[in-house]
């Protein structure tokens, strides 16, 4: 079982960002730096060299806290996790709270509202599941991580690059890092176009203090500068997409890993209704081809199996207005006269070819 990012075993992944990061740091100290004039040079450098040590800070925090889950802690060490003690100076706050309320003569509180506050309490410790891995009761939002081998509380997903669980001890700082790494290479990605720009444009001196390295050749500096900046520009797009979803999840507060089970529900429903969909399109061709309706209406559930033709596909439209009816979002008496088919048959072609011919023609379409 692993506490904390720091212990074996580690990754390629890890083990990158542990020279990437400080290769970065190198690199705009070396070659961005002493190539800009001073009065760029100076602010970038104090600015790139803040960011720096924020983003080392928070990887380091994140990395190094165990979000190991509370009842797990308990069950492992015989003793309550630290966040125990919060808790009950929280919940004594709280009391004590409802108690002056209840003493002071302008409140309407009542002793009701210190049972409600401990029922609360009970229920938030009495919300557990059992974890087979670890033999263990925990709580119902953590999830056993298979890397760490652990019950992480509040997982949200186990980062490579850190090697460690993301749950509710250390996403806090695991925000804060991604906003420092995008800062970080930002700051890192806009000095180097300066420098191209210098370069290329021959202001600021730029070209004449690039040849530190070997005298008369700056383009040792610029063939360098170029290929960091594309790789930089490949990072900056890559951390900016991870802020902008983890922005996006703690909006709808969600976790990765609950982002990733209802994604992947999402994606099994729109392969059973593509499935439904299908099923019921040669269904009523079928149909359309015993009772002989019509060129136009065959051509009609025909063209709806195009992808441009989807949105108005009649067979779609049909399917999705059975499953709302279904999941109570709606009524079938409701659809301001648009027409759609009437039942979902079960029957296959063949059977659906002998119920018609003992029995006398029905329409598939009526105004529901």
Not at 95 to 120: G, L, P, V, W
Not at 314 to 322: S, T, Y
Request: charged fraction near 25%.
């Amino acid at each position: 079982m692993r506490t904390n990012g720091f212990q074996s075993p580690h990754n390629a992944m890890q083990i990158s960002t542990w020279i990437l990061l400080p290769a970065l740091i190198f690199h705009f100290a070396i070659f961005v730096t002493p190539t800009l004039p001073i009065w760029l040079s100076i602010p970038f450098t104090i600015l790139f060299g803040a960011i720096a040590i924020a983003s080392i800070y928070y990887t380091y925090v994140t990395t190094k806290t165990d979000s190991m889950d509370e009842r797990l802690y308990e069950h492992l060490s015989g003793k309550p996790h630290p966040n125990a003690a919060k808790r009950d100076a929280e919940k004594a706050k709280r009391r004590t709270s409802i108690t002056k309320q209840m003493t002071s003569k302008k409140s309407n509180a009542t002793a009701d509202d210190t049972h409600e506050a401990d029922e609360d309490d009970a229920e938030s410790e009495a919300e557990v599941k059992y974890c087979w891995v670890c033999q263990t009761e925990v709580h119902v939002h953590s999830m056993h991580c298979k890397y760490c081998d652990k019950c992480v509380s509040h997982f949200d997903h186990h980062c490579m690059w850190l090697n460690t669980c993301i749950g509710a001890e250390n996403y806090g700082t695991f925000f804060k890092s991604v906003w420092s790494l995008t800062l970080l290479t930002s700051v890192h990605l806009i000095a180097l176009i300066l420098f191209f720009i210098g370069y290329f444009t021959e202001s600021w001196n730029v070209r004449g203090r690039s040849d530190f390295l070997h005298s008369g050749a700056p383009e040792i500096v610029l063939g360098f500068n170029l290929a960091v900046g594309v790789f930089i520009f490949a990072i900056v797009a890559m951390v900016v997409q991870l802020l902008m979803f983890h922005r996006g999840l703690k909006r709808e507060g969600m976790t990765t890993y609950q982002f990733i089970m209802q994604d992947s529900q999402d994606t099994r429903d729109k392969a059973v209704i593509r499935s439904r969909v299908k099923e019921r399109r040669t269904l009523e061709l079928s149909r359309n081809r015993l009772e002989g309706r019509g060129f136009m209406e065959k051509t009609r559930i025909q063209m709806g199996g195009m992808k441009f033709c989807g949105p108005c596909d009649p067979v779609r439209k049909m399917i999705m207005l059975e499953k709302k009816i279904a999941d109570g979002k709606t009524s079938p008496s409701g659809k301001d006269g648009e027409e759609y088919f009437h039942e979902t048959p079960s029957e296959t072609p063949s059977e659906v070819k002998e119920k018609l011919q003992s029995e006398a023609p029905k329409t598939i379409f009526h105004k529901v």
